[in-house]
């Protein structure tokens, strides 16, 4: 069964900085590609940020390129997602989601498992 959890989430100024971890089990995690999406209130899930486990093609979206950075630890199977400058316009439920092919710009259709999600909320 495929487990994704989220952690590392919380409440931070504008301008900080937090760490997003997503720790996966139960497929065989080199051979995914792993995303984060977030979701906020009234607006559709987005993808931010996804990796590819097979060759480490990396994929950001405009509103974050320059700020966040998505790694993975094969050794952990844990990806993370590095986000720095926050700005409130960040806030949002944040996810990871497995993928079994990769696709350019993390197309939502592509992902089939999610976490629970983390909230990250950016004050002022």
């Known amino acids: 069964e495929v487990q994704l959890v989220e952690s590392g989430g919380g409440l931070v100024q504008a301008g900080g900085s937090l760490r997003l971890s997503c720790a996966a089990s139960?497929?065989?995690?080199?051979?995914?590609?792993i995303g984060w999406f977030r979701q906020a209130p009234g607006k559709e899930r987005e993808g931010v940020s996804c990796i590819s486990n097979v060759d480490g093609r990396t994929y950001y979206g405009d509103s974050v390129k320059g700020r966040f950075t998505i790694s993975s630890d094969n050794a952990k199977k844990t990806i993370y997602l590095q986000m720095n400058n926050l700005k409130p316009e960040d806030t949002a439920v944040y996810y990871c989601?497995?993928?079994?092919?990769?696709?350019?710009?993390?197309?939502?259709?592509?992902?089939?498992?999610w976490g629970q999600g983390t909230q990250v909320t950016i004050s002022s």
């Open positions: 989601g497995a993928a079994a092919v990769w696709g350019r710009r993390c197309p939502l259709d592509y992902y089939g498992s």
């Open positions: 139960g497929f065989i995690f080199n051979d995914y590609t």
